[in-house]
């Protein structure tokens, strides 16, 4: 059965520092998402990552996976108020696009 | 190009009661999966419909069922409603079964068991 784990579940930033979420998945797939959460909201889409090595950027936001270690990472840099926020990473199990999500980790920039 | 569409936005029943919430998916596409995302966690998958049939399950009771009629559009029902069920139900669509297509999710309808 395919885990999704993220950490750190909780994240309190200063503005315009630099910070990185990490999620963990244990078994091997082909494809990896990012969302972000506002609260009471849907998931946004922030990133799809198909292949090892994939690494994709937007704006403060830059996301890398590494299939080999089964490890994906969301970099966060020079933090600022707009980016507070739940980001969820999310593995499709199998190619169904049947999506195991991690715990989520609540990010939040203080001013 | 309307994006995924789900109603009601909220809903409020009690426990034992039945619920159907409903789903529109994105124009294209064919597949809808469900996901419940309880308060505090992350979403998890209740069922995916393509071509009308129930391809994959979540680890959901029998109480959770749904339906995909043929113009793509997916209810979700739920019978015996418990105070557990209280969460966000959120809709993904998607072209297809394989993963190279990208699911779309919608604004969610929030339930409330009381």
Not at chain 2, 16 to 31: N, Y
Not at chain 2, 90 to 95: G, I, M, P, R, T
Request: charged residues 20%.
């Amino acid at each position: 059965e395919l885990k999704v784990e993220q950490n750190p579940l909780f994240l309190s930033m200063q503005e315009g520092k630099n910070y990185t979420i990490y999620c963990n998945y244990s078994t091997t797939s082909d494809r990896l998402y990012w969302y972000r959460q506002d609260p009471g909201k849907s998931l946004e889409s922030l990133f799809v990552l198909l292949s090892n090595g994939a690494v994709k950027q937007e704006g403060r936001l830059m996301a890398s996976l590494d299939t080999k270690a089964r490890l994906s990472t969301l970099h966060i840099t020079a933090a600022v108020h707009d980016l507070s926020a739940t980001y969820f990473c999310a593995v499709d199990d199998r190619g169904g696009n049947k999506l195991v999500f991690g715990a989520g980790t609540i990010l939040r920039v203080k001013s | 190009d309307a994006g995924v569409t789900q109603s009601p936005t909220h809903l409020i029943k009690t426990r034992g009661q039945q619920v159907t919430l409903r789903c529109s998916p994105k124009s294209g596409h064919d597949t809808v999966s469900w996901y419940q995302q309880a308060l505090g966690q992350g979403p998890q998958f209740i069922f995916q419909y393509y071509e009308e049939e129930e391809r994959q399950r979540g680890n959901f009771p029998d109480r959770f069922s749904g339906h995909q009629f043929p113009n793509y559009s997916s209810e979700l029902n739920v019978n015996a409603l418990l105070l557990g069920d209280s969460a966000l139900y959120l809709c993904a669509s998607s072209l297809g079964l394989a993963s190279f297509h990208e699911q779309y999710f919608g604004p969610g309808t929030r339930l409330t068991v009381t």
